[in-house]
């Protein structure tokens, strides 16, 4: 079946400008997640949605960021009044429950890159 | 501070060798898995290996985990030029069984 899918693939933005990051997760898939990656650095954890409980944003960098999910399904990542800082890959990927005694496998989208001159 | 951290940062091999790859990390884990990462896009999972588990194979990849150590190990055999890669380490530390920490990663250039 179709993987996670994430849209923009390319975004750039000028700065102090908002914008808007979009994640389709594999159908089924009740945990979503959203990472950052700098260049040449590793993946910074910013959101965890599952199910319907209340997400973990304990990752989200500032107020700047915030992050929904409608339905239980698609996700948009916003990011307001973006800095040169914000600059990075941004990823989402899903898995099948998120809880458990364990770490479900997760599968990633391709990401939005994401400029800010 | 990173969870994870892999070495060496890069590795260049000739294709047919193999190549190994190191993570380290800090505290207790649920269980470790190894990703890839083409052109810095999206992550393919490779292997996921449990805690009581030490030692897992995929294909021509090997997976060892030493809990005593807090360290894991990355074995391709055979390498191609198509293995080129990222390679991350990822765990879950216990008491967390979604927030993934991922380390810097390992540049592996594996030439023809």
């Known amino acids: 079946g179709a993987g996670v899918s994430q849209s923009p693939s390319n975004k750039v933005t000028e700065k102090g400008k908002d914008v808007e990051l979009r994640c389709d997760p594999i159908?089924?898939?009740?945990?979503l997640y959203w990472y950052r990656q700098s260049l040449g650095q590793g993946l910074e954890f910013l959101i965890y949605?599952?199910?319907?409980?209340?997400?973990?944003k304990s990752g989200l960098p500032s107020d700047r960021f915030s992050a929904e999910r409608t339905g239980g399904s698609v996700s948009t990542l916003t990011i307001q009044r973006t800095q040169q800082e914000d600059s990075a890959v941004y990823l989402c990927?899903?898995?099948?429950?998120?809880?458990?005694?364990?770490?479900?496998?997760?599968?990633f989208g391709p990401g939005t890159r994401l400029t800010v001159l | 501070s990173q969870q994870g951290e892999e070495d060496p940062q890069a590795l260049s091999i000739q294709e047919g060798e193999n190549a190994t790859m190191n993570c380290s990390y800090k505290?207790?884990?649920?269980?470790l898995q190894w990703y890839r990462q083409n052109s810095g896009r999206g992550l393919v999972h490779l292997i996921l290996?449990?805690?009581?588990?030490r030692e897992k194979h995929s294909g021509r990849l090997r997976v060892t985990l030493d809990t005593s150590k807090k360290s894991s190990s990355l074995l391709i055999t055979a390498s191609r030029a198509a293995d080129t890669a990222s390679y991350f380490c990822?765990?879950?530390?216990?008491?967390?069984?979604?927030?993934?920490?991922f380390g810097k990663g390992t540049l592996l250039t594996v030439n023809p």
């Open positions: 290996i449990r805690s009581n588990e």
């Open positions: 505290t207790s884990i649920n269980n």
């Open positions: 990927a899903s898995s099948l429950e998120g809880r458990g005694l364990s770490t479900d496998t997760q599968y």
């Open positions: 159908s089924g898939h009740t945990a």
């Open positions: 949605f599952q199910g319907n409980s209340a997400p973990d």
């Open positions: 990822a765990t879950d530390p216990r008491g967390s069984n979604y927030k993934l920490t």
